[in-house]
Structure formats: structure tokens, C-alpha cells
């Protein structure tokens, strides 16, 4: 199989022919059908996370087809299949025991313990594989993997914010948008200052105001989503929440946080993270999606390009969520 191999932190990606892996116990092998490109793949190639495996096939937003079961698997051959970050987890550790397995100090990462999706096949444990609603299709589905589930999870740890400021208009917010709309929430976007694109796209998926992340919102608000990789946002973010308000922190990696005065944390603000995704965090959102409906906005590419697209994210260029078609 063809698949893009990451063999030094740092980069680049590089085409290599696998041989095509062979489930164990418990796993399925999937067929990838589209998988999304996600700010923390930039990460890992850029080497800015810590411990990747190498070499690494990355990817952890992956829709794909069930090509081969073992004996008493819950999926069947042809079964259309998700597999996000969390691959798996010890199941008896304290944070796995009190719902929280996104914490589990040995948890397994998709694309960065163990291989992703940026390949034709993949094997992954069938017990951390969601089963995929009907109506819609593979590219437009794969980016709900990681950048819907962390905006989902990052929407719920802002509690009942009715005036919710993101940060970072890519494709956790575009998702996140519709969803905080969906619920009745008054959403505003900050994006990079000029980016006037983003704040137009941000306006029509339902954002009352849009502005640079360096603007006044023209009121204050109950909550805000930092998804864009960048410590300035957190003071400005604690500025513009309301007395009790709340800022969340969804990305995995963020440059230093500048020091800031205690009078913008004070009011019972809180100041939060959101790490990695539950299973029930996956099966909430997938269950809401069509309900919705989400519709999210891609731009595909095939797998040889994974480095475009990579730079394309890392640029600023990508408009919603890139994905790669193997
Ligand atoms: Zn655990
Ligand atoms: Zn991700």
C-alpha cells in the first residue's frame, strides 16, 4: 500500500510502499476512504510534541470502509468505520475508571503512537472505531474526527455560555459554529487581524460579529474557544469574557503565554484546557450531526500531497478543513 511516512521529527513526509498490515486481536483493518488533515499533524512533523513513534504514518481523522475482521468482531466487512485520536486506553487506571480515559496516563494516540490514516489501510482497535451515520459523504465527514470531536468537547467545558467568542477560524470553529448556533448561542470569531476571508466565512456560518483577534467585540462575552496555537490569545481571551466567564484552550500545543495581570483572571474567570476526546465525546457529536445538520467545508487532496496541504494549514491557507483522498 501507499501510504505518507514521517521518519525524523522535522520532516518532510515521504511516499513509501508498506506492506499492508494485519489486524491483531481486537482489531479491524480499515480501508481509508478520506482522512483529514489536523493542526496537530503540523505539529508532530514540525516536531513540536514530544514523543512521536518514528517512523509514523499520521492521520487520526480517518472515514474509512471495514476490509477485514477477525472472529467475533462487531463490525462486519464493508462497514463504514471513523477512527479518531484515541486509539486506546488501559480501561483500569483512576482516570480511565472516572470517565475521563482522555486522561489515562497510558492512553495510545492515532497517528502518533501508533500509525494513521495517511495511508490506503490502517488496522485500529475495534472498541475505539465509531460506527458512521449515513449522508455524508467520506471528505466531508472526516474532519467531525478530531477537529468536530475537540470543538464539541472543548463547547461542552464552556458550560452554558449564551455568548461564545472562538478563536481561530479553521476547522474546530467552522464546526463548533454550527453546532453553538444550533443550541441557540450568539457566536463571535476573532481570526487573524485582516484576515478578512475567514471573517467572512465565519459571518456565514452563522457568526453575529467577526473581527481580528486584536478588536473589541462589541459586547462582553460568557465563554471563549481558543483553537489557534497562539499564548497572546489567552490574555486577550481573559479580557473580553465577563465577570464568572470562561476561556478554553482546545489546541494541543501553544507558544509561551504571556504574563498578564491577575485583575483579568479575577471575577471567577476560569481559565481552562480541553485534552484529547472520550469515546462518549465521539458518539455525542456523531449522534448530533445529523440532526443538525453539519456540513463542513474541505478542500481535498490526494495522499502524495500531504506536504502541500500540511503547508497549505500552516500558511493560513486552507479555508475550513483539508483532507486527503488515498
Ligand atoms: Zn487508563
Ligand atoms: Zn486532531
Known amino acids: 500500500m501507499r501510504a505518507m511516512r514521517l521518519a ?35 505539529h508532530i512533523v514540525d ?14 481523522e480517518v472515514v474509512g470502509t471495514v476490509a477485514h475482521v477477525r472472529d467475533g468482531s462487531r463490525f462486519a466487512v464493508g462497514d463504514r468505520v471513523g477512527v479518531s485520536w484515541l486509539a486506546w486506553t488501559c480501561g483500569s487506571c483512576d482516570y480511565c ?52 470531536l475537540i470543538g464539541w468537547r472543548a463547547l461542552v467545558a464552556a458550560g452554558d455560555a449564551a455568548r461564545l467568542g472562538v478563536y481561530g477560524f479553521g476547522a474546530a470553529a467552522h464546526i463548533v459554529t454550527q453546532v453553538a448556533r444550533w ?18 466565512f465565519a459571518a456565514e456560518l452563522g457568526a453575529e460579529w467577526a473581527g481580528g483577534s486584536d478588536a473589541a467585540p462589541p459586547e462582553a462575552l460568557d465563554a471563549a474557544l481558543i483553537f489557534a496555537p497562539v499564548g497572546a490569545l489567552v490574555p486577550a481571551a481573559l479580557r473580553v469574557v465577563t465577570k464568572g466567564g470562561t476561556v478554553v484552550c482546545a489546541g494541543i500545543h501553544m507558544s509561551e503565554i504571556p ?28 449522534r448530533l450531526a445529523p440532526t443538525i445538520p453539519l456540513r463542513t467545508t474541505t478542500v481535498a487532496y490526494p495522499l502524495a500531497r500531504a506536504g502541500d496541504a500540511l503547508a497549505a494549514l500552516r500558511a493560513g491557507r486552507i479555508t475550513g478543513a483539508a483532507v486527503l483522498i488515498p
Open 8 to 42: 525524523t521529527a522535522g520532516g518532510p513526509l515521504e511516499q513509501v510502499e508498506l506492506p499492508v498490515p494485519e489486524p491483531g486481536p481486537g482489531q479491524v483493518l480499515v480501508r481509508v476512504g478520506a482522512c483529514g488533515v489536523c493542526r496537530t499533524d503540523l
Open 47 to 60: 516536531g513540536e510534541l514530544a514523543h512521536p513513534r518514528l517512523p509514523l504514518v499520521p492521520g487520526h
Open 97 to 148: 475508571r472516572s470517565g475521563r480515559e482522555n486522561l489515562c496516563d497510558r492512553a495510545r494516540f492515532t497517528g502518533y503512537d501508533v500509525d494513521g490514516g495517511y495511508a490506503e489501510y490502517m488496522v485500529a482497535d475495534e472498541r475505539y472505531c465509531f460506527p458512521l451515520p449515513a449522508g455524508m459523504d467520506d471528505v466531508s465527514f472526516a474532519p467531525l474526527l478530531c477537529a468536530g
Open 183 to 200: 443550541q441557540g448561542r450568539r457566536v463571535f470569531a476573532f481570526t487573524r487581524p485582516g484576515d478578512a476571508d475567514a471573517q467572512r
Open 259 to 286: 504574563a498578564f495581570p491577575y485583575e483579568i483572571l479575577w471575577g471567577e474567570r476560569t481559565l481552562r484546557s480541553v485534552a484529547n476526546l472520550t469515546r462518549r465525546d465521539g458518539e455525542e457529536l456523531l
